[in-house]
């Protein structure tokens, strides 16, 4: 049987030789595909998910982290930074630790997930919560690496891009060749970017036939590309996609424009129903922002503009345990309580209302 070796083993043929020569893996990639037969039959379509969350720290950022990392430690760097809404701080802790390196992470002050902060600490990192929001992080974070030893591992660092890329790869070695549309959500734009960049490479090299649109979602709350200028104040639940100012943003214009794609916004409320169908009919498990994805494509669906039988991937980006706190509430607002009973059969059955 076949071991999976990580992304920059697994795709040595389509990475740059920088990445390759000190890797720095934790075994990312090599994430389910997964029918999701609730969501083909409300939209009408063919609907996979690209399980990210199944990534060694729970997120996609893991595959753009171990190019990062790895490329830093062949350049000998003993430092990194990054600023980040909780996952990349995540991931960069951990692949800092696995290499060896100091991680400093700039994170917005009390606006990141508890298992995402809780991560980082736990690797180690120099984690500083920062008075103001991500795009403040990340402007102080690319200062820093510019002036100070400190290598920058944000999205910025087109060394993250070529790991993340890899994802689109994996789909078309399952599918045998690329979906008619690729969804996922966009915050500072690096995923949308690195899964264009990962189609058109496959493409080019023979291994796909076609070009996906490319479908990007932002929350209504912070949709800079969608309204087409900076957010200063973005606000939604979906903290991980908090972001007012994409560092990507030209890049994600041009895979959208360049796919025949769209970048729409999703309200809070949808986010948290799609969060909510995917846990309770798909079988996935993901963090709010994850399911930007899924609400964007209900929401097209209910537009009618879905084709009918599209093949249609769509990226849930995060786990649900980095963020769990939101499946204890319902769709009303109120609390879940979980039912008590007493230890014995009987009562357990009349519970559950066996007879
Ligand atoms: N989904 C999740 C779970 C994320 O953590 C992010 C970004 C995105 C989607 C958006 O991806 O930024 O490439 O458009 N999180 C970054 C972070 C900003 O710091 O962890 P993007």
Redesign the pocket.
Same mark, same amino acid.
């Given at each position: 049987a076949h071991v999976w070796q990580g992304i920059i083993r697994e795709y040595a043929d389509h990475l740059p030789d920088h990445v390759r020569t000190h890797v720095v893996t934790l075994g990312e990639g090599g994430t389910p595909l997964v029918p999701a037969p609730a969501l083909s039959r409300l939209t009408g379509a063919d609907v996979l998910v690209k399980v990210?969350g199944m990534n060694p720290t729970g997120?996609?950022?893991d595959r753009g982290m171990t190019t990062a990392i790895s490329a830093a430690a062949a350049r000998g760097a003993e430092a990194v930074v990054?600023?980040?809404? #909780? +996952?990349?701080? %995540?991931?960069a802790a951990a692949y800092a630790t696995a290499a060896g390196m100091v991680c400093a992470v700039l994170?917005p002050d009390g606006k990141i997930a508890m298992g995402?902060l809780s991560q980082a600490i736990a690797h180690g990192a120099r984690l500083l919560q920062v008075d103001g929001n991500?795009d403040d992080c990340l402007i102080a974070a690319r200062k820093l690496a510019e002036v100070y030893p400190v290598e920058l591992v944000?999205?910025v660092n087109p060394d993250r891009i070529e790991g993340?890329k890899t994802a689109s790869f994996e789909v078309v070695d399952v599918l045998g060749d690329a979906p008619d549309i690729h969804a996922?959500?966009?915050?500072?734009? #690096? +995923?949308?970017? %690195?899964y264009w960049k990962g189609y058109r490479e496959y493409a080019a090299a023979g291994r796909a036939t076609h070009l996906p649109q490319m479908w990007?979602f932002q929350a209504a709350g912070a949709a800079p590309i969608v309204l087409g200028h900076p957010v200063t104040e973005p606000e939604t639940i979906?903290t991980?996609?908090r972001?007012g100012n994409?560092a990507?943003w030209e890049q994600?214009v041009e895979a959208r424009d360049s796919s025949g794609g769209v970048i729409q916004s999703v309200t809070d409320e949808q986010i948290l129903a799609a969060h909510r169908l995917l846990s309770a009919e798909v079988g996935v498990f993901?963090?709010p922002?994850?399911a930007?994805g899924v609400a964007g494509l209900l929401q097209r669906a209910e537009r009618g503009e879905v084709p009918a039988g599209a093949r249609i991937v769509v990226t849930v980006?995060?786990h649900g345990l980095?963020d769990p706190g939101w499946a204890l509430r319902t769709a009303d607002g109120d609390d879940v309580v979980p039912q008590r009973v007493s230890a014995d059969v009987m009562s357990i059955a009349a519970a559950l209302g066996l007879d």
């Amino acid at each position: 049987a076949h071991v999976w070796q990580g992304i920059i083993r697994e795709y040595a043929d389509h990475l740059p030789d920088h990445v390759r020569t000190h890797v720095v893996t934790l075994g990312e990639g090599g994430t389910p595909l997964v029918p999701a037969p609730a969501l083909s039959r409300l939209t009408g379509a063919d609907v996979l998910v690209k399980v990210e969350g199944m990534n060694p720290t729970g997120s996609f950022k893991d595959r753009g982290m171990t190019t990062a990392i790895s490329a830093a430690a062949a350049r000998g760097a003993e430092a990194v930074v990054c600023a980040s809404t #909780g +996952n990349t701080s %995540a991931s960069a802790a951990a692949y800092a630790t696995a290499a060896g390196m100091v991680c400093a992470v700039l994170v917005p002050d009390g606006k990141i997930a508890m298992g995402k902060l809780s991560q980082a600490i736990a690797h180690g990192a120099r984690l500083l919560q920062v008075d103001g929001n991500f795009d403040d992080c990340l402007i102080a974070a690319r200062k820093l690496a510019e002036v100070y030893p400190v290598e920058l591992v944000n999205s910025v660092n087109p060394d993250r891009i070529e790991g993340q890329k890899t994802a689109s790869f994996e789909v078309v070695d399952v599918l045998g060749d690329a979906p008619d549309i690729h969804a996922l959500p966009v915050g500072n734009a #690096g +995923n949308i970017t %690195a899964y264009w960049k990962g189609y058109r490479e496959y493409a080019a090299a023979g291994r796909a036939t076609h070009l996906p649109q490319m479908w990007g979602f932002q929350a209504a709350g912070a949709a800079p590309i969608v309204l087409g200028h900076p957010v200063t104040e973005p606000e939604t639940i979906a903290t991980a996609i908090r972001i007012g100012n994409p560092a990507s943003w030209e890049q994600a214009v041009e895979a959208r424009d360049s796919s025949g794609g769209v970048i729409q916004s999703v309200t809070d409320e949808q986010i948290l129903a799609a969060h909510r169908l995917l846990s309770a009919e798909v079988g996935v498990f993901v963090e709010p922002a994850s399911a930007a994805g899924v609400a964007g494509l209900l929401q097209r669906a209910e537009r009618g503009e879905v084709p009918a039988g599209a093949r249609i991937v769509v990226t849930v980006t995060g786990h649900g345990l980095k963020d769990p706190g939101w499946a204890l509430r319902t769709a009303d607002g109120d609390d879940v309580v979980p039912q008590r009973v007493s230890a014995d059969v009987m009562s357990i059955a009349a519970a559950l209302g066996l007879d």
